[in-house]
């Protein structure tokens, strides 16, 4: 008698099943995450800008506060702004605060110091308009309107930051 060997393995018929069956899973499981990667790159970029707004803004506004006089080389009501700052250093001697915008980033220059980027690499200033005014007490004003741009791929994201600061003794 001959030994009754069962056949081992799949038909084609059921290769095709599982295969069809992984394909639609497959594109189901790449259809989900295509979205997903889309909303992680809009988060990035909207950390990237709130960062890189909030850090240039404080700086700004803290000197903008810290400042005597608003200087005559200032830029103001139009984009790109420069404002020229006068201040004191930490030792009561006289010192220039500059900041411009350059290469896309908002700079700060301290004295005849080298200028260094306040804002990240991956933002973009679109714009940067500073603006003074003297109210009926003789206080000084500083506002300061910034933009920033962040682009990945295809997208591209703005944020608008307005703020402001009284200069130091002039109230």
């Known amino acids: 008698m001959r030994p009754h060997h069962s056949q081992r393995g799949f038909s084609l018929l059921e290769m095709l099943i599982y295969i069809s069956i992984l394909a639609v899973i497959s594109a189901v499981v790449v259809g989900s995450l295509i979205p997903l990667a889309r909303s992680y790159r809009q988060v990035v970029m909207a950390l990237a800008i709130n960062n890189s707004g909030s850090a240039a803004l404080e700086r700004m506004v803290r000197e903008v506060r810290q400042a005597t006089d608003v200087g005559a080389g200032s830029v103001l009501n139009s984009s790109p702004g420069t404002l020229v700052l006068s201040s004191l250093d930490s030792t009561g001697n006289p010192i220039t605060i500059t900041f ?15 200028p260094y980027a306040l804002t990240g690499s991956g933002v973009a200033v679109s714009s940067l308009i500073f603006t003074s005014q003297t109210n009926a007490t003789t206080s000084k004003l500083v506002g300061i309107d910034l933009t920033l741009t962040s682009t990945v791929g295809a997208l591209t994201r703005s944020t608008r930051f307005k703020a402001g600061g009284t200069l130091r003794n002039s109230y």
Request: charged share 20%; hydrophobic share 35%; proline share 0%.
């Open 100 to 114: 411009d915008v350059s290469g896309g980033a908002v700079r700060i220059t301290e004295g005849a110091g080298t």
